[in-house]
């Protein structure tokens, strides 16, 4: 019963008795969702509650409506009645998690286990002002069915540097429009039910947290291949986060003093030799130069050159795409490599668009890893891919939202 628990205390609480006893109760949910299906001898087992305690948990729970018992279903031919096994009742209420990413919107409405029930993605301009990218998410929410007060907290991914205790974006390197939107504000005069607003990174380590295997645990370092490149440190549940939350900027790690000069006013930044727009900027200049023939008419159609056409070019064997995603799995590896020296953790888990971070990449970018690795911190490391693709931030989002709810219902009743 570590840091697990931990995550569950997301908003205020206070140290007395009863925050206590509402800690216990998210605690065991925590267990049962990660755990379950699962018998009570079992939760027993695995918990260090005295069994009396753990009995007036479970059934506080159960009397809010946040578990349910089932019945096991048994295989072979065990004799005897089945026994119950507890389960999160995920479908009691339903969020709604939103992601605003420079070049996407992604909406999706979740259950409190974080399980999508309908999902919209949409391209949009980075040029576009905030005003737009609301009534956006107002007509893409009313196409999917959801009307004001049909989910019970809405949860959003943001890129940029937030106020996130206020709900404010202040300003993002991508998105030149937004200063000072206060987006949580906005949300919630939409969709008339409390919002939460966290960087992406953050809300994607969460959901890498949240769907982690009941294995997994310890130090994992969360990589994202978005518009931008960042990480986050998970340690035992805790999600790391800077003074202003503005860590993770892996993709500002200076790497060649001498490169480019990156938005940030640096040169030879990281994210200058593998984000996307790097990647389409240094295939346009081969374009110009005479090269990347098969790219040529594309563009002069006014087709847009995105990294998925550069990936699917590099493996139909066009020299020159090849040559800018080895490029680009050589800078990861030292980005990554870096920072595994740095933290030693226990995994370290890639996330992005599927069409770049796949199995193929990874087979490289694991060997690049290694050779960037000190030998002790490499033994042992596992290098993945995140199960949820371009969508680990917004479900991060959704997850926290559902936590916040579960949060203010256990606190609620522990405060009366
Ligand atoms: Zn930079």
Known sequence: MTGILHSRLDEKSTPDVKALGAYNALSVLELVRVLGPISRADLARRTSFKSAALTGLVRYLIE???????????????????????????????????DIEPDHLRVAVTDLGGAILSY???????????????????????????????????????????????????????????KNVPVRAWLEEIFAVPAHIGRSIHQAAWAEHWFRDENSSGKMLVVTLRTGVGF????????????????GELGHTVIDINGPLCACGRRGCLEMFLSPASMTRRIKDKVGQGRANRLAPLLAA??????????????????????????????????????????NPDSVVLCGAIDV???????????????QCLPQSWKNL????????????????????????????VQSHATK
Not at 234 to 246: E, K, S
Not at 382 to 409: P, T, W
């Open 64 to 98: 809010e409506g946040l578990l349910i018992e089932t019945e096991e279903t048994r295989t072979g031919a065990r004799a005897g009645r089945p026994g119950r096994l507890l389960q999160v009742n995920s479908s009691l209420k339903s969020v709604l998690g939103i």
């Open 382 to 409: 596992d290098v993945r891919l995140s199960k949820h693709a371009e969508r680990s931030a917004l479900l991060g989002a959704a997850v926290r939202a559902a936590q916040n709810h579960v949060n203010s219902v």
């Open 357 to 371: 971070v796949n199995e193929d990449l990874l087979t490289v970018l694991r060997k690049e890893i290694e050779r």
């Open 302 to 343: 006014g087709l847009e050159v995105d990294p998925e056409l550069i990936y699917r070019m590099a493996r139909e064997g066009d020299p020159d795409c090849r040559g800018i995603v080895d490029d680009l799995v050589y800078y990861l590896g030292i980005g990554i490599g870096n920072l595994v020296n740095l933290l």
């Open 232 to 247: 986050a440190l998970v340690d035992n549940g805790i999600v790391y986060q800077g003074r202003d939350r503005f860590d």
């Open 120 to 178: 919209r993605q949409i391209v949009c301009n980075r040029q576009q002002d905030p005003e737009t990218t609301f009534e956006l998410i107002k007509s893409v929410s009313r196409d999917m069915g959801v009307k004001s007060g049909d989910v019970v907290r809405v949860g959003a991914s943001c890129a940029g540097l937030l106020d996130e205790p206020n709900g404010i974006v202040l300003s993002s390197t991508n998105l030149p429009k937004w």
